[in-house]
């Protein structure tokens, strides 16, 4: 059962509880803008919190408490929503029903928590410079795998293109540049900041509808937190203009992005219709049955791989594919046409009902797995929407085939990016 509560200003608890799960999740999100001065600093925060801690000085001894406790996984994560930039940290650990001397492993588990966030391991008002260049040089090898990565390298340009001068352009673990500003005694301040000044969802995935051990967590937030950081409203994109872009690398394959937007007018819409929308995509091209995978790849083999997603947070449906270059704007045309053809509702009834059958076992999934089910409460959080997983799947096959229609018609291309070869 789905549970979600305010517990003061600014600090929300979402709980989910089910016998069928053996271990407990709890997850720590901070939720702040997303802004390249500071987004950095906070991926470097995230994993530097991650290692160690006063009371656990290195990662050995950090891992060393995680064993003691029947092998528990500390994990953290760094996530972006829109204009929102999220830093997670978490912890999974047995129920206590399986401890084999009585132990109170959830209770265990908070106190750990507590310890790396709000007792860091900083020393005369600075963390550790070793451990923040080692943290700094793993944020930056994962900036340069996005280069290295032509596919990843593709979407991340036409981001960039799309929402150039707009916060959601940034990476969500900042840029190279900013990277480098970081040292062991600014990240302090960035630290209060994250701690103090963003909105803040806790997250427990658990066998027992019992939180008295969380209480210690929500009373330690309440003693610090002073005020309540307001979070901006999501920055929704809407078509202005066609924006295109071309570059050129040592690729073998090219890739192409689309990015289709709406007019200014179709913002701000139900979370029902939003949800009309997630089908609608999936039809387009986020399923294995839709009309992107079956007439541009398979019937007319002019892509290697050609998929869509729709990005909530952005109101943005991107179409990521792989071609050969001679296929470029044949693949262009093509792509345009499948969304064509859903505006004038040339699908069947069946297409509708495979896609909603694909939506309904990804929605079913969600309760498959603790870290699943606090992946979908952050979700619905930041979607600000209380609908349950029954619920969703009802909205889904609702959905009747004139949805989908208006749907489609909602959007229009704003963007072609397209990365390939060198020319001689």
Request: net charge positive; with cysteine.
């Given at each position: ?8 200003s600014?600090v929300f ?6 016998k069928?799960?053996?271990f ?9 803008e ?14 530097l ?28 994560d ?32 908070v ?8 007792n ?22 994962l900036l ?9 390298y ?20 900042g ?9 062991e ?35 330690r ?8 950081y ?23 394959q ?6 289709f ?8 819409l139900?979370?029902?219709?939003e ?9 387009f091209g ?9 007439n541009?790849?398979e019937k ?11 990005n ?14 001679k296929?470029?704007e ?7 046409l ?38 979908f ?48």
């Open positions: 059962m789905f549970l979600q509560k305010e517990i003061f600014g608890h979402y709980s989910f509880n089910s069928k799960f053996k407990n999740v709890i997850t720590i999100n901070f939720i702040l997303l802004e390249e001065k500071t987004a950095s600093k906070n991926a470097v925060l995230c994993s919190l991650r290692e160690s801690c006063k009371k656990y000085s290195n990662n050995f001894k950090l891992g060393e408490k995680l064993r003691s406790l029947y092998g528990a996984n500390l994990f953290c760094v996530k972006k929503a829109g204009n929102k930039q999220i830093v997670m940290l978490g912890v999974k650990i047995l129920d206590d029903e399986f401890a084999l001397e009585g132990e109170k492993l959830k209770k265990e588990a106190e750990l928590l507590m310890q790396v966030i709000f860091p391991k900083i020393e005369n008002e600075q963390f550790s410079k070793k451990y923040v260049e080692l943290e700094k040089n793993e944020i930056k090898n340069k795998n996005i280069y290295n990565d032509k596919k990843q593709a979407l991340n340009q036409a981001v960039k293109t799309l929402f150039e001068g707009k916060t959601m352009a940034v990476n969500r673990f840029t190279l540049e900013e990277l480098e500003k970081i040292n005694k600014n990240l302090v301040e960035s630290y209060e900041s994250l701690i103090l000044n963003s909105k803040i969802l806790v997250c427990s995935c658990t066998r027992e509808e019992n939180f008295e051990f969380l209480n210690v967590l929500f009373n937030l309440k003693a610090i937190r002073r005020k309540v307001e979070i901006k409203p999501y920055e929704k994109f809407y078509f202005e203009k066609f924006r295109e872009k071309v570059e050129q690398d040592d690729v073998t090219a890739k192409l992005v689309l990015a937007a709406k007019k200014q007018e179709g913002l701000g139900k979370l029902e219709d949800l009309k929308i997630e089908v609608m995509n999936c039809l986020g399923s294995a049955t839709s009309l992107l995978f079956n541009v790849r007319l083999s002019l892509c290697y791989y050609c998929r869509s997603y729709y909530y947070f952005s109101g943005v449906i991107f179409v990521e594919s792989g071609v050969e270059s296929n470029i044949k693949a262009y045309e093509n792509i345009i499948q969304l064509e053809a859903l505006k004038k509702g040339d699908f069947s009834e069946e297409e509708l009902n495979q896609v909603k059958c694909v939506l309904e076992t990804a929605y079913e999934s969600v309760v498959d797995g603790e870290e699943k089910v606090c992946g409460m952050l979700n619905n959080f930041l979607k600000n929407r209380d609908f349950s997983v029954e619920r969703i799947i009802e909205i889904i096959n609702s959905t009747q085939k004139e949805d989908v229609i208006n749907a489609a018609k909602m959007f229009n291309v704003a963007l072609k990016y397209v990365l390939k070869e060198r020319e001689n």
